[in-house]
């Protein structure tokens, strides 16, 4: 077995181990590159299947084409799809590109609060019908008690101290300073009732691993990650307002698995683009805690 | 940088060491000597020290948090990645802190070697020696020892050799070599990457020269297949009819067609497909793939049996273990207490029967006729589990034979099977203490025999369609009743609404709720009445708790077929089919009665 041979037994163990332990369980998907090759490794998982909703916080600000290609997908894949969203804060325009919030701000507004309250289901979820194309509002409010996320250790710092199996309290809160302890592939799948687990299956793989895998299992992935003329690609997916793609000449996956070894951007922070991160020291680590993916 | 044409292999390393024994400082140059380093990172670094008057340190690049550049520490195993010119290392930084042990521990177990840090100063330390100790535990394979701030003695000979006799003579005593023992200062890069000329006494090699020699952990494929199912599948969407045993495969290879038994069950079957998703099609499957696999009999089989090959040597199988442990939890372990144990994919109710003797991990004193294992010891247990579990001894069987205890929601110790023990059950031998300990009226059994003309038993149905079960119980009692006998039905709810209310949810409540119903029947049939119970999905290691704990009354089990999926492997009295509708089970169960003697002059 190979590198990604291992990685993938690794995460399709994950994921089996989450389906066996969690009866109410969930997968977050940005549409982005992590979370689809997540939702594939699901499809190898379970042989085809994928057996759980997957959830999507949008916060309406999503770069239009990711959205025209995640219902395109779900439909492909008879996917149950859900999403969630802060109805209020939109219709009071208390964002940051309504210019009332700061990033940080939207970013709790628009992501961590609808993810919050959208996994508990205090908040409407709203379903895609398969057949006709529409949502509707799901009738189901229980609450997620295993949340499958696409956090990668290699991303950024507080990541890479995270859990395969990692509880959150009550209040999505992750008590970093003290976390279960996980050996021997055995993770922590009990929990005290009104807690829930993020599961993360994706930990140990590198951005580059990630795109050697699509490659490899000819996994679809959105065109935005590509040079399409301009000389520029994006590298990490968001919001519109906060991401800036990153001079590339990489036109296929094939092309971006190459700059990858090359080495091109291996200084570069991969979430360099992502406007948020930027803001005061540590702030992805402060959104993690509060609940943030 | 050269454009790499295809994956490099990867290792990774954790590094432990007692606390301020400079493993970050280590983890930090080493990233900044390979290169490693996004652009900028170092000089960030560099500016905030100045910025805040601190003395500029390599271990500040680690400390991504702020939890930890508050306390000087580092709190979990943070994760790195640095390649050299052999291999990508992915290197986990392990907390040296005694109150951060479980992270170390978690850190340590992805590894595949380890670099254990002593500072040349302060010599060997208790974490030095408590960290070997769970190194080798953990089953660690390959270790370097780094003699650090070598630069704080002067560079001396002597302090080194002296360091390094004492460590090797400790890590002789728990069975552990170590690969090579290195003279470094990381502030300095003294023998990390590049050898230092500082220490021309030193005729070794640099650390990363130590690890680059280090081979990937090899799998251990010439072992006999095991493959612990972790789930059984089947997904009707799309018509899609396989039915699919998922799992990992620890050790060995099996191919279609080979004859395989699951253990401890004892159900058999054969290959029959290896099923996979964008996958070509297979004929064989070896140690570390994520599988499924199709069989050619319909068999009932659990998450948690363990798939074999009929022409390998089983693994063994039993209820009472002698183990090796340490423990990480809040509250100790304590004798008699119940915990959750995991082994591979199957987990169980275990009780701690005896603490043999606790060992001290720091220094390897062992203390015996304690009867409790504290936070951050290693000792020596007899445990007991509910259900028999399945493991290997056998020099490198550590796949099968690790297993973790959670603790009330936690995951709280890790420890590995010694010895297989037999022996009573510990239910069979309390079952008989309690009726010892009973205080009784002057009614006996024969007396209550004669008044209400009935033997007392257990009439336990089971099956997987729950509400059917209440129907077909609750018209046995009706029955019963009706013709003058002394009955009672009770569902699982009823107990749970009251009597286990303590234990209504949460981890292993459905074995506490089986213990329970064991030890009611008990007290029912002492008082000489006919108990109906309806369980959904009973167990043959659940019906052997009730059993014996019901004693000196017997069980008489009744299968409902619920007629979708395969059978159940429970051993009962009386199957009914799918389609048998409530009024015809009354009947044959009464029949049963009947026929058991229980009733003598009985006709429902």
Known sequence: ?293 | MAIEATAREQMNVVIVGHVDHGKSTVVGRLLADTGALPDGRLQQVRDLCARTARPFEYAFLLDALKDEQAQGITIDAARCFFKSATRDYIIIDAPGHVEFLKNMVSGASRAEAALLVIDAKEGVRENSRRHGFLLSMLGIPQLVVLVNKMDLVGYAQDAFERIRDEYAAFLRGIGVRATAFVPVSAFHGDNLVERSPGMPWYDGVSVLQVIDGFTPAAPPAERPFRLPVQDVYKFTEDGDDRRIFAGTVVAGRASVGDEVVFHPSGKRSRISSIEGFNTPERSAVGVGEATGLTLSTQVYVRPGDVMCRADQPPPEVATRIRASIFWLGRRPLATGGRYKLKICTASTSAYVREVVRVMDASDLSSGVGRRHVDRHEVAEVVLETVRPIAFDRTAGGAETSRFVLVDGYDLAGGGIVTEALAGASLFEQRAGERRAAFTRGSVTPEERHERYRQRPRLVLVTGGDAARLQQVGARVERRLFDAGRYAYFLGLHSLEAGLDADVASGPLSRDEHVRRLGELAGLFADAGCILVAAVPGLDPAELRVIRALAAPSEVLAVGLSAGSDVASDVPVALSLPADADVEACADRIGALLAEHAVVLDFQI
């Open chain 1, 1 to 293: 077995m190979d590198r990604l041979d291992r990685l993938e037994a690794q995460s399709v163990h994950i994921l089996r181990e989450a389906y066996r332990e969690f009866k109410d369980l969930a997968m977050l998907w940005s549409i982005g590159k992590d979370s689809t090759v997540m939702l594939w490794l699901a499809r190898k998982a379970f042989f085809g299947h994928v057996p759980f909703p997957l959830v999507h916080i949008d916060t309406a600000f999503k770069i239009p084409e990711m959205i025209a290609w995640r219902d395109r997908l779900a439909r492909e894949w008879r996917l149950t799809l859900i999403y969630g969203r802060n109805v209020e804060a939109l219709a009071r325009k208390e964002t940051f590109p309504d210019g009332r919030l700061d990033r940080i701000a939207c970013c709790k507004a628009l992501k961590t609060e609808p993810l919050r309250r959208t996994l508990s289901g205090e908040w409407p979820r709203w379903r895609l019908d398969l057949e006709s194309g529409e949502w509707r509002e799901d009738p189901d409010r229980r609450a997620f008690t295993g949340v499958i996320v696409g956090a990668r250790a290699d991303e950024e710092g507080s990541r890479s101290k995270e859990r395969y199996f990692s509880p959150r309290t009550k209040d999505n809160d992750w008590d970093v300073g003290d976390q279960p302890p996980e050996f021997w592939n055995q993770y922590k799948t009990d929990f005290a009732p009104g807690t829930h687990v993020r599961i993360h299956p994706l930990l140990d793989w590198t951005e580059l691993n990630l795109w050697e895998y699509v490659e490899r299992e000819s996994i679809p992935v959105i065109p935005l990650y590509f040079d399409r003329g301009d000389g520029r690609r994006y590298r990490s997916l968001g919001c519109w307002p906060c991401t800036q793609p990153v001079e590339s000449t990489a036109r296929s996956v094939a092309e971006v698995v190459v700059e990858l070894r090359s080495g091109r951007l291996s200084r570069v922070a991969e979430r360099a683009g992502r406007a948020q991160d930027k803001d005061g020291g540590g702030t992805l680590e402060d959104l993690r805690r509060d609940g943030y993916m």
